[in-house]
């Protein structure tokens, strides 16, 4: 639970001086490196040095303490000002697995580098090709040796690996056949990214938008088993506790990214005359404007709901998975009524929205599929029988 105090001012400050920030990182910057498959470089490094990436790190660990609310609206001015935050924000949460579960060596030895932003830790390789959603089925194993930890086994979409100095790893550290909680056998580690060398093969996979995700192919990798983070075999569980944030965050971001197409499509619809009058005068136009303006305003409560509640320690599984949601359906639903909206030039580059088209698209689909939110949602808010 954070002990910052946060008041309507102190949000707005961090809205202003965050959309200040990206001002110069205009849609011309970010159309170049979508064209370029090129990482926003001169961005991240800003916003690091602005210390907006390491706001979640405690004061005592030389970050900015700031909680969950006020970190989500970082996320979403840089969504809403045409940015794409997915670039950098695991930068901010990823090392809150090393928070709550790292020993206090651990979190001495990273936390203070990645606040500064002289170590990038913005990996976390989980998902495998056979396992997909079902985390407690992955196959990567690390089998102890010693004073050591020898990884083999695959990962797939596993974003920002060539620009992390660090990356977290789920693997298996006791096979499944052999467990009774399937929930068990699982682990976590900090990779030191720069010390794997031919034993960690990152083969790039081109995606629809400008995301620098990965397949990675471990070939006898060994970590220090001091890099064990927390207790071996309880790994899913430190991830699942990283879940609500991560969620509250992206919640956030889709948000910014519904802002964006709306502001975007009213004031296109205004001024765009076609039949002696602006198309936004017709309900054609307006109205799917006007549903999407109030879907983003409601996920917005939901956002500051769960937000409110992690910061208090309160349990907010369910606020966190609806504010995905709603969120994530809300952006999809404002960026559709604003490529509408643009006719044919919504499809030209230079209008920058059927990039953040493509963008946004995704929250949908990561870091988790809206049907396993609603599965959530069902089974344990509901208390419906489970389908897996
Ligand atoms: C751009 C991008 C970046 C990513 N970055 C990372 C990363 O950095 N680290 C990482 O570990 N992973 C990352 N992922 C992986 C992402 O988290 C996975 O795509 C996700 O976990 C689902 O796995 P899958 O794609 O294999 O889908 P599958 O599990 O095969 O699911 C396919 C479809 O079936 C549905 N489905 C499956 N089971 C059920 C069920 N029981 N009930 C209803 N529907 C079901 C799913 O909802 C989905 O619609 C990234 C993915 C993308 C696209």
Same mark, same amino acid.
């Given at each position: 639970?954070?002990?910052?105090?946060?008041?309507?001012?102190?949000?707005?400050?961090?809205?202003?001086?965050?959309?200040?920030?990206?001002? /110069?990182?205009?849609?011309?910057?970010?159309?170049?490196?979508?064209?370029?498959?090129? #990482?926003?470089? %001169? !961005?991240?490094?800003?916003?690091?040095?602005?210390?907006?990436? @390491?706001?979640?790190?405690?004061?005592?660990?030389?970050?900015? &303490?700031?909680?969950?609310?006020?970190?989500?609206?970082?996320?979403?001015?840089?969504?809403?000002?045409?940015?794409?935050?997915? %670039?950098?924000?695991?930068?901010? #949460?990823?090392?809150?697995?090393?928070?709550?579960? *790292?020993?206090?060596?651990? /979190?001495?030895?990273?936390?203070?580098?990645?606040?500064?932003? $002289?170590?990038?830790?913005? =990996?976390?390789?989980?998902?495998?090709?056979?396992?997909?959603?079902?985390?407690?089925?992955?196959?990567?194993?690390?089998?102890?040796?010693?004073?050591?930890?020898?990884?083999?086994?695959?990962?797939? !979409?596993?974003?920002?690996?060539?620009? @992390?100095?660090?990356?977290?790893?789920? %693997?298996?550290?006791?096979?499944?056949? $052999?467990?009774?909680?399937?929930?068990? &056998?699982?682990?976590?580690?900090?990779?030191?990214?720069?010390?794997?060398?031919?034993?960690?093969?990152?083969?790039?996979?081109?995606?629809?938008?400008?995301?620098?995700?990965?397949?990675?192919?471990?070939?006898?990798?060994?970590?220090?088993?001091?890099?064990?983070?927390?207790?071996?075999?309880?790994?899913?569980?430190?991830?699942?506790?990283?879940?609500?944030?991560?969620?509250?965050?992206?919640?956030?971001?889709?948000?910014?990214?519904?802002?964006?197409?709306?502001?975007?499509?009213?004031?296109?619809?205004?001024?765009?005359?076609? !039949?002696?009058?602006?198309?936004?005068?017709?309900?054609?136009?307006?109205?799917?404007?006007?549903? =999407?303006?109030?879907?983003?305003?409601?996920?917005?409560?939901?956002? !500051?709901?769960?937000?409110? /509640?992690?910061?208090?320690?309160?349990?907010?599984? %369910?606020?966190? +998975?609806?504010?995905?949601?709603?969120?994530? $359906?809300?952006?999809?639903?404002?960026?559709?009524?604003?490529?509408?909206?643009?006719? *044919?030039? &919504?499809? =030209?580059? $230079?209008?920058?929205?059927?990039?953040?088209?493509?963008?946004?698209?995704?929250?949908?689909?990561?870091?988790?599929?809206?049907?396993?939110?609603?599965? #959530?949602?069902?089974? +344990? =808010?509901?208390?419906?029988?489970?389908?897996?």
């Amino acid at each position: 639970m954070t002990t910052q105090t946060h008041t309507p001012d102190t949000l707005n400050d961090i809205r202003l001086a965050v959309r200040d920030a990206c001002r /110069k990182y205009d849609g011309a910057y970010w159309r170049g490196l979508d064209k370029a498959g090129a #990482y926003p470089e %001169a !961005f991240v490094r800003e916003m690091t040095e602005l210390g907006w990436l @390491s706001a979640l790190i405690p004061e005592e660990h030389g970050g900015g &303490g700031m909680s969950v609310t006020e970190a989500s609206v970082i996320l979403e001015e840089i969504n809403r000002s045409g940015g794409d935050a997915a %670039a950098c924000h695991a930068q901010m #949460y990823i090392m809150g697995v090393i928070l709550r579960h *790292g020993s206090p060596e651990q /979190k001495a030895r990273y936390l203070p580098g990645v606040a500064r932003g $002289e170590l990038r830790l913005q =990996a976390f390789a989980v998902t495998e090709p056979n396992a997909g959603s079902e985390t407690t089925r992955i196959e990567t194993t690390a089998v102890r040796k010693g004073d050591r930890y020898v990884v083999n086994g695959e990962k797939t !979409f596993i974003s920002r690996v060539a620009q @992390s100095d660090l990356m977290l790893l789920l %693997a298996r550290t006791t096979p499944y056949d $052999e467990l009774t909680n399937k929930t068990e &056998g699982l682990s976590v580690f900090v990779v030191d990214i720069r010390d794997a060398g031919e034993r960690l093969r990152i083969q790039p996979i081109e995606m629809t938008f400008n995301r620098h995700t990965n397949q990675l192919f471990f070939d006898d990798l060994e970590i220090p088993a001091e890099n064990l983070v927390g207790e071996e075999g309880k790994g899913f569980r430190c991830i699942i506790d990283s879940w609500n944030a991560e969620r509250i965050l992206i919640a956030a971001e889709a948000i910014g990214d519904a802002r964006f197409f709306i502001e975007r499509a009213a004031s296109y619809a205004s001024g765009r005359v076609v !039949f002696g009058r602006p198309i936004g005068a017709n309900q054609g136009v307006q109205l799917p404007i006007a549903r =999407a303006y109030a879907h983003t305003e409601a996920a917005d409560l939901m956002r !500051f709901e769960a937000a409110a /509640k992690f910061d208090r320690g309160e349990r907010c599984g %369910a606020e966190a +998975n609806m504010a995905k949601l709603l969120a994530s $359906e809300a952006a999809w639903e404002a960026a559709n009524a604003c490529l509408d909206a643009h006719g *044919g030039y &919504g499809f =030209a580059r $230079e209008y920058d929205i059927e990039r953040k088209f493509r963008e946004t698209r995704l929250y949908i689909t990561a870091p988790v599929n809206n049907n396993l939110v609603l599965a #959530y949602l069902g089974q +344990n =808010a509901l208390g419906m029988p489970r389908s897996y």
